[in-house]
């Protein structure tokens, strides 16, 4: 007696999740991706993402080249760091931040 009870309750749960299934499978894929699938796809983006660095790094030493070639200095004056500092600028003075105002909080 114990199993019919299990299979009054079990049958409609698995009907309910196939059904489930079923529908989403329309608009999802659902299958399991194992193994190549992901790594493929990872491996080329890392592929692509070496080959457009090594193209900007090309770019920035063609660019570097034209700029000293028209007479302007290194673009990294002392060859250690590629970032430059930027002073702030004096038409846009930074502000200090507002004062607060005391919020009143009103209890009934």
Same mark, same amino acid.
Request: glycine fraction near 10%; charge should be neutral; proline fraction near 9%.
């Given at each position: 007696?114990?199993?019919?009870? &299990?299979?009054?309750?079990?049958?409609? &749960?698995?009907?309910? &999740?196939?059904?489930?299934?079923?529908?989403? +499978?329309?608009?999802?894929?659902? +299958?399991? *991706? &194992?193994? @190549?699938?992901? *790594?493929?796809?990872? @491996?080329?983006?890392?592929? *692509?993402?070496?080959?457009?660095?090594?193209?900007?790094?090309?770019?920035?030493? *063609?660019?570097?080249?034209?700029?000293? +070639?028209?007479?302007?200095?290194?673009?990294t004056p002392s060859?250690?760091?590629?970032?430059?500092?930027?002073?702030? +600028?004096v038409e846009e003075?930074?502000?200090?931040?507002?004062?607060?105002?005391? @919020?009143?909080?009103?209890?009934?």
């Amino acid at each position: 007696m114990g199993n019919i009870g &299990f299979l009054k309750r079990a049958l409609p &749960f698995l009907g309910t &999740f196939a059904l489930g299934l079923f529908v989403a +499978s329309f608009f999802v894929s659902i +299958s399991p *991706r &194992f193994g @190549h699938h992901v *790594r493929g796809r990872w @491996h080329q983006e890392m592929w *692509r993402l070496n080959d457009e660095n090594q193209q900007l790094r090309e770019e920035n030493q *063609r660019l570097r080249e034209t700029i000293g +070639s028209m007479g302007g200095s290194d673009a990294t004056p002392s060859g250690e760091s590629e970032d430059l500092y930027i002073p702030p +600028s004096v038409e846009e003075p930074v502000l200090p931040p507002a004062p607060l105002k005391p @919020h009143k909080v009103h209890i009934r």
